[in-house]
């Protein structure tokens, strides 16, 4: 069994070039005193290389930028020399803004181009003319600005979908509306050969129960700055975002929905009436069987700090303790709506605080790769879950992935503690 860390990408500040493209080695002028830009252009380094092999730092040559073309899937620069124009007509095609491009010189319209580009004081080779209009348009790209190369392919796989894929982020005024909005269409899904495969392990007592997700909703944040909060209660979310804006942080912010799949105890008593977002089914062997939807909630941070800040503020306004409730097990402290006594957030890399600590993610895949489930156990179990899996469905693809988990979560999975 392989179990996969993805590495720390290289941080390498960017400089704007004003005029010609620039890698980080053309003129400062445009950067001046935009400190918040240039964290971004660093980031746009850092997703570039972490998720498509692309160095770092490279001075812009045409066999430099064609080779990140090549990675990001996108059709070499036949020219003879480098220009924004050509940068940006290759931009676009990876964007799969093509076709929008030419309708810049539109039969109908045949000016649009050259009057956009002469209301940005822009000139450019006429065959690359509808292009750059367009990103004039799309604000991809300005006289002032001038050409970041990494920004702006980054920037064009974000609009292609191949890059992160997020509701708002944190200091958005509208995240909160946008974020009810994105659980309340939330239902339950299913995956015939997941479900078979993660009842069995359930019923088979070689995991407790396993969360099943969809490959379109996966977030793609950068792991160096990102946790994974899981929870079920709607307004629970919408509060911890406010909470942490509240905090002074900020951050990306997707919600990857996830059906809870669990046995469920006749002795708790009668379940729930069935709705979109839960159901409870007898099984053949007359056990049953919970499914909830829940969700993580992906946050990648703006810094490594505030990824390191969160646990204290969930310690603080989001965990319940023995001296936080009272005898009916309500909250007595000001904490957010719903909060759990142990609740689950993880991190992808090594955190610094040392109580987070080593568990797997024990991911298995559908044959089209778009459906997952996941189900954590701790190191020394994963063989025996991959053993099983193995033994079930020998002809589905395993991956175990080593995550960091909060030790609450941990206090949970050993059975240590109740809070």
Same mark, same amino acid.
């Given at each position: 069994?392989?179990?996969?860390?993805?590495?720390?990408?290289?941080?390498?500040?960017?400089?704007?070039?004003? =005029?010609?493209? @620039? $890698?980080?080695?053309?003129?400062?002028?445009?950067?001046?005193?935009?400190?918040?830009?240039?964290?971004?252009?660093?980031? !746009?380094?850092?997703?570039?290389?972490?998720?498509?092999?692309?160095?770092?730092?490279?001075?812009?040559?045409? +066999?430099? #930028?064609?080779?990140?073309? *090549?990675?990001?899937?996108?059709?070499?620069?036949?020219?003879?020399?480098?220009?924004?124009?050509?940068?940006?007509?290759?931009?676009?095609?990876?964007?799969?803004?093509?076709?929008?491009?030419?309708?810049?010189?539109?039969?109908?319209?045949?000016?649009?181009?050259?009057?956009?580009?002469?209301?940005? =004081?822009?000139?450019?080779?006429?065959?690359?003319?509808?292009?750059?209009?367009?990103?004039?348009?799309?604000?991809?790209?300005?006289?002032?600005?001038?050409?970041?190369?990494?920004?702006?392919?980054?920037?064009?796989?974000?609009?292609?979908?191949? =890059?992160?894929?997020?509701? =708002?982020?944190?200091?958005?005024?509208?995240?909160?509306?946008?974020?009810?909005?994105?659980?309340? @269409?939330?239902?339950?899904?299913?995956?015939?050969?997941?479900?078979?495969?993660?009842?069995?392990?359930?019923?088979?007592?070689?995991?407790?129960?396993?969360?099943?997700?969809?490959?379109?909703?996966? !977030?793609?944040?950068?792991?160096?700055?990102?946790?994974?909060?899981?929870?079920?209660?709607?307004?629970?979310?919408?509060?911890?975002?406010?909470?942490?804006?509240?905090?002074?942080?900020?951050?990306?912010?997707?919600?990857?929905?996830?059906?809870?799949?669990?046995?469920?105890?006749?002795?708790?008593?009668?379940?729930?009436?069935? @709705?979109?977002?839960?159901?409870?089914?007898?099984?053949?062997?007359?056990?049953?069987?919970?499914?909830?939807?829940?969700?993580?909630?992906?946050?990648?941070? +703006?810094?490594?700090?505030?990824?390191?800040?969160?646990?204290?503020?969930?310690?603080?306004? !989001?965990?319940?303790?023995?001296?936080?409730?009272?005898?009916?097990?309500?909250? $007595?402290?000001?904490?957010?709506?719903?909060?759990?006594?142990?609740?689950?957030?993880?991190?992808?890399?090594?955190?610094?605080?040392?109580?987070? #600590?080593?568990?797997?993610?024990?991911?298995?895949?559908?044959? $089209?790769?778009?459906?997952?489930?996941?189900?954590?156990?701790?190191?020394?179990?994963?063989?025996?879950?991959?053993? *099983?899996?193995?033994?079930? !469905?020998?002809?589905?693809?395993? @991956?175990?992935?080593?995550?960091?988990?909060?030790?609450?979560?941990?206090?949970?999975? $050993?059975?240590?503690?109740?809070?």
């Amino acid at each position: 069994m392989r179990i996969r860390k993805r590495l720390a990408a290289v941080i390498v500040t960017l400089a704007l070039g004003a =005029g010609l493209l @620039s $890698t980080g080695c053309g003129s400062t002028a445009a950067q001046a005193g935009k400190t918040e830009a240039a964290a971004s252009y660093d980031k !746009a380094q850092e997703y570039l290389q972490d998720y498509y092999g692309i160095e770092p730092g490279q001075e812009a040559t045409l +066999d430099s #930028v064609n080779e990140m073309v *090549k990675a990001l899937g996108g059709k070499q620069i036949d020219a003879e020399k480098l220009t924004n124009g050509a940068v940006i007509e290759a931009g676009l095609k990876i964007a799969g803004l093509d076709e929008l491009a030419l309708t810049y010189i539109n039969d109908e319209a045949p000016d649009k181009a050259a009057e956009v580009l002469k209301k940005a =004081g822009i000139t450019t080779e006429d065959e690359y003319a509808p292009y750059v209009a367009c990103a004039v348009d799309l604000d991809l790209y300005s006289k002032n600005s001038g050409l970041d190369v990494y920004e702006f392919f980054y920037r064009c796989i974000e609009i292609a979908g191949k =890059g992160r894929r997020y509701i =708002g982020r944190v200091s958005d005024n509208e995240l909160m509306e946008e974020l009810h909005a994105e659980l309340e @269409s939330m239902v339950i899904f299913d995956n015939e050969e997941l479900s078979k495969l993660g009842t069995q392990l359930v019923m088979d007592g070689v995991v407790t129960g396993y969360g099943l997700k969809y490959a379109n909703y996966e !977030a793609k944040f950068l792991d160096q700055y990102t946790l994974g909060y899981s929870h079920s209660d709607f307004q629970h979310a919408v509060q911890l975002v406010g909470l942490l804006r509240s905090e002074g942080m900020d951050g990306y912010v997707q919600i990857e929905p996830k059906v809870s799949v669990y046995e469920y105890l006749i002795e708790w008593g009668t379940p729930d009436i069935p @709705s979109p977002t839960y159901a409870v089914e007898k099984q053949e062997n007359g056990r049953y069987l919970c499914s909830s939807v829940e969700y993580d909630l992906m946050i990648e941070f +703006d810094t490594a700090e505030e990824k390191e800040k969160f646990h204290s503020v969930i310690e603080t306004y !989001a965990k319940k303790y023995d001296d936080r409730v009272d005898e009916n097990d309500n909250a $007595t402290a000001k904490l957010l709506a719903d909060s759990w006594w142990q609740p689950l957030y993880s991190s992808g890399m090594p955190m610094e605080n040392p109580e987070f #600590v080593e568990m797997i993610d024990n991911v298995v895949y559908d044959r $089209t790769s778009k459906y997952s489930i996941h189900s954590f156990s701790l190191p020394e179990d994963a063989e025996k879950v991959a053993n *099983k899996v193995m033994e079930i !469905a020998p002809n589905l693809n395993m @991956s175990p992935f080593m995550i960091y988990v909060n030790p609450a979560f941990m206090r949970y999975i $050993t059975g240590e503690d109740h809070q």
